[in-house]
């Protein structure tokens, strides 16, 4: 059984930056492809961001291509969520969680954290 927990989370002003920290116990997860997601109160979750196991494939969310980068240190066990010029629509909770069967865009996700609140004001 893995354990995430995300961190990083805060009130930023728009335009700003935050990085998310996804840290996984319990066993490794140097093994497997990681995501990062998001939902806000009463809407579905959204896909933000994908990892492959190596790092060297990685895949966004039309919404934050070009703003958000993930990153993994797999010695840490540690998922990462660099947020640039962020936007008052990026306001959310902001969850990671961990790619049991599929791959890339055909992963489905476990092992879910208890999210990192992101709050982007104007």
């Known amino acids: 059984q893995v354990q995430l927990v995300e961190s990083g989370g805060g009130l930023v002003q728009a335009g700003g930056s935050l990085r998310l920290s996804c840290a996984a116990s319990?066993?490794?997860?140097?093994?497997?492809?990681m995501g990062w997601f998001r939902q806000a109160p009463g809407k579905e979750r959204e896909f933000v961001a994908h990892?492959?196991?190596?790092?060297?494939?990685?895949n966004y969310a039309d919404s934050v291509k070009g703003r958000f980068t993930i990153s993994r240190d797999n010695a840490k066990n540690t998922v990462y969520l660099q947020m640039n010029s962020l936007k008052p629509e990026d306001t959310t909770v902001y969850y990671c969680a961990v790619c049991v069967s599929g791959v890339r865009d055909g992963c489905r996700y476990d092992y879910w954290g208890q999210g990192t609140q992101v709050t982007v004001s104007s």
């Open positions: 990892i492959s196991s190596s790092g060297a494939y990685t």
């Open positions: 319990g066993r490794t997860v140097s093994y497997s492809a």
